[in-house]
């Protein structure tokens, strides 16, 4: 499953990955800027005013109706973070054509749907409809409150705004709450407008077909479309603080959060991916087995790690009791892992856990994009297959020293005035 990557105008690239096993086809056009505080919320707000028509199909219902004449087929937006970069992406997803009844061209179909809803947007006195824009803006307004009211992802982005302040990292992926009130129809045509011409296009296809089709729909359209030089943004690894930092926040919870923050300028991507599963990322891992399971300290004991800004978070739910007993035995864990305590079965078991998860990405479209515009996002071109080769080549020293490289930065903690004993 490798990819097939070439520029197609100016700060513009298509990729093609093809899989026999699909029946159906992916394509994404993904707008990749620098995350900023100021234009973050009016970043957002485009890709769902983007896929609610165009200039062909202006309504919903109109739009509606010409994806179901194309066997179903389904147009989305998403907004992501790469490390310090924003993702504003649109798709189109439906079945390839070698299934078309009547032999239509449904790639062909697809892709100048989703190249005029991105350059041919309706529009009303030069700016996008108000209905649109408002409904736009409430959805906005309330996936911000979503992240807000669940206070485990609430937890964790606090503590990477904290851990990384004034860093375009802690900006949330759709800005603030405040800014997006803020919102106007003019701000948000604005910032659609400097994405055409400033941002960095990446065009994925992730399908059964041959996917030359839909790149030639792209490549005629962009052919003569003037757009600035745009370099992708960079990511710059987060310093560590002199002195961990602990920052409590009193909300109305019933369990408490803690996040652990650390950072690292480990470059050896499969030694912390490991490290990273062996720590805390597996049923197995030595977080699980021994903060939740065998001192019950947590309802849950997790870490993660993002490989493109260098940090490795330990978040769980705790009661306020047991908030001081936890942070001592996470850190107590990781000294372990630092020591090397742990077995050549416990190595293998987590590679095997890790390869799986590698196989698996190949099971959905949407996953295979994601993994992909992140290599390209990072300047490689590994498949999983690849990731997974090194990663069995990982060893005990290496794991080690992925440990050994962890810096603790913050220490997050979200409780309340009372602590419940019953877990969220």
Not at 168 to 184: C, D, M, N, Q, V
Not at 286 to 298: Q, T
Not at 417 to 423: A, D, I, K, N, V
């Amino acid at each position: 499953m490798s990819i097939n990557r070439v520029k197609i105008a100016n700060s513009v690239y298509f990729s093609g990955i093809t899989d026999e096993r699909y029946k159906t086809n992916r394509i994404s056009i993904n707008l990749i800027m620098p995350l900023d505080k100021e234009t973050a919320s009016a970043n957002a707000i485009v890709p769902s005013i983007l896929t609610r028509g165009n200039k062909s199909y202006p309504d919903f219902m109109k739009l509606t109706k010409k994806l179901h004449s194309l066997y179903g087929a389904v147009l989305s937006n998403t907004v992501g973070k790469l490390g310090d970069a924003q993702v504003c992406t649109i798709s189109i997803s439906g079945i390839d054509d070698a299934y078309a009844l009547s032999g239509e061209n449904l790639t062909e179909e697809m892709s100048s749907i989703l190249i005029e809803c991105l350059l041919s947007p309706v529009l009303e006195d030069g700016l996008f409809i108000d209905k649109n824009f408002n409904l736009e803006k409430n959805n906005l307004i309330d996936k911000i409150d979503a992240e807000i009211n669940d206070k485990r992802t609430y937890s964790i982005n606090r503590a990477s705004a904290i851990m990384c302040k004034d860093e375009p990292y802690g900006i949330g992926r759709y800005g603030s709450k405040k800014s997006a009130e803020k919102l106007t129809n003019a701000m948000a045509y604005d910032a659609y407008k400097k994405m055409l011409s400033d941002s960095r296009i990446e065009i994925v296809f992730v399908g059964f077909g041959d996917y030359n089709n839909a790149r030639s729909v792209f490549e005629g359209v962009f052919s003569d479309f003037d757009r600035n030089d745009a370099k992708m943004p960079a990511t710059v690894l987060s310093t560590p603080k002199n002195e961990p930092l602990t920052h409590t926040e009193k909300l109305q919870v019933n369990q408490s959060k803690m996040v652990l923050g650390f950072k690292t300028d480990c470059d050896d991507v499969s030694a912390m991916r490991l490290m990273t599963a062996l720590y805390g990322g597996t049923p197995t891992s030595k977080l699980f087995m021994n903060v939740r399971e065998r001192l019950s300290l947590c309802y849950y004991c997790v870490a993660r790690y993002d490989r493109i800004k260098g940090l490795v978070l330990v978040d769980c739910g705790v009661e306020n009791d047991n908030i001081e007993k936890a942070k001592d035995e996470i850190l107590a864990q990781l000294e372990s892992v630092k020591q090397g305590d742990f077995t050549d079965a416990d190595i293998e078991n987590d590679k095997l856990s890790l390869l799986n998860s590698f196989k698996t990405i190949g099971d959905a479209a949407s996953a295979v994009e994601g993994w992909y515009v992140a290599q390209i996002y990072s300047g490689t071109s590994f498949t999983p297959e690849q990731e997974g080769e090194k990663l069995s080549n990982i060893g005990k020293d290496e794991i080690m020293q992925a440990a050994e490289s962890l810096k603790l930065d913050t220490v997050y903690i979200l409780t309340g005035e009372e602590s419940q004993q019953e877990g969220e």
